[in-house]
T-cell receptor, first 115, second 111 residues
Framework: GDSVTQMEGPVTLSEEAFLTINCTYTATGYPSLFWYVQYPGEGLQLLLKATKADDKGSNKGFEATYRKETTSFHLEKGSVQVSDSAVYFCALSETGGTSYGKLTFGQGTILTVHP | DVKVTQSSRYLVKRTGEKVFLECVQDMDHENMFWYRQDPGLGLRLIYFSYDVKMKEKGDIPEGYSVSREKKERFSLILESASTNQTSMYLC??????????FGPGTRLTVT
C-alpha cells in the first residue's frame, strides 16, 4: 500500500535559519502530494500541494517540488520565523479510481523556532 | 471559507461508554473522513464516506463505526470506549481538487 516517510524530528532552529524537512513516498499510481501544517491547539491546514511530477508548490515562503525519480517532496524555507513553529505533515492522495482522495500521512515533524 | 466543525474540543469518557463524535461541513462536499492522531504515528484513517449512507473502512476501523444520514454531517461512534482509544480525533471533508479541510479536532480521554 501507499506510505509516506518523514525525517525524524523534532527540529529546532534559530530565527532566519534555513529549513528542510525530508519526505519520501511509495505509491502505486500517480498521487498528488501535500504538506499540511498544524499550529498548537488547531486542526490541520493545507500549506502547499503538487499534483504531478516536477510541479512546485509554494506558500508563505515554503516550497516543495514533486520529484518522481526520487519519490520525494521535501519541504524548504529560506528563512524561518518564530511563527512557523508547528507540526508539519507530508501526505499523499491517490486521485483516481476508488481512492476517494484518502490521505496517507507521514508521522509529522515538530518544528520549533527560537528567537 | 470552508468550515468544518466538530461538536467538542475536549471530551472525557469512562471505559465501556458509547461515545459520539459529530462533524459538520458547510461546503456540500461529498467525501468526508475521520482520522485519529497519535504522537509519532501521524494521522491514520478510521472511516470515510463518499455519499449519504455510504461508508468505507479505513486503515484502523476496529472499535469504531460511523453514520452519515445527511450530506453535511458525519458521525464517529465508539461503541464501547476503551483506554486505547484515548487520542485526538480529526474530521475532514474533501473538495474536487482533492484538498481536504480539517476541523479543529476533539481530544478524547477514556478513563
Amino acid at each position: 500500500g501507499d506510505s509516506v516517510t518523514q525525517m525524524e524530528g523534532p527540529v529546532t532552529l534559530s530565527e532566519e535559519a534555513f529549513l528542510t524537512i525530508n519526505c519520501t513516498y511509495t505509491a502505486t499510481g500517480y498521487p498528488s502530494l501535500f504538506w499540511y501544517v498544524q499550529y498548537p491547539g488547531e486542526g490541520l491546514q493545507l500549506l502547499l500541494k503538487a499534483t504531478k511530477a516536477d510541479d512546485k508548490g509554494s506558500n508563505k515562503g515554503f516550497e516543495a517540488t514533486y520529484r518522481k525519480e526520487t519519490t520525494s517532496f521535501h519541504l524548504e524555507k529560506g528563512s524561518v520565523q518564530v511563527s512557523d513553529s508547528a507540526v508539519y505533515f507530508c501526505a499523499l492522495s491517490e486521485t483516481g479510481g476508488t481512492s476517494y482522495g484518502k490521505l496517507t500521512f507521514g508521522q509529522g515533524t515538530i518544528l520549533t523556532v527560537h528567537p | 471559507d470552508v468550515k468544518v466543525t466538530q461538536s467538542s474540543r475536549y471530551l472525557v469518557k469512562r471505559t465501556g461508554e458509547k461515545v459520539f463524535l459529530e462533524c459538520v461541513q458547510d461546503m456540500d462536499h461529498e467525501n468526508m473522513f475521520w482520522y485519529r492522531q497519535d504522537p509519532g504515528l501521524g494521522l491514520r484513517l478510521i472511516y470515510f464516506s463518499y455519499d449519504v449512507k455510504m461508508k468505507e473502512k479505513g486503515d484502523i476501523p476496529e472499535g469504531y463505526s460511523v453514520s452519515r444520514e445527511k450530506k453535511e454531517r458525519f458521525s464517529l461512534i465508539l461503541e464501547s470506549a476503551s483506554t486505547n482509544q484515548t487520542s485526538m480525533y480529526l474530521c475532514a471533508s474533501r473538495d474536487i481538487s482533492y484538498e481536504q479541510y480539517f476541523g479543529p479536532g476533539t481530544r478524547l480521554t477514556v478513563t
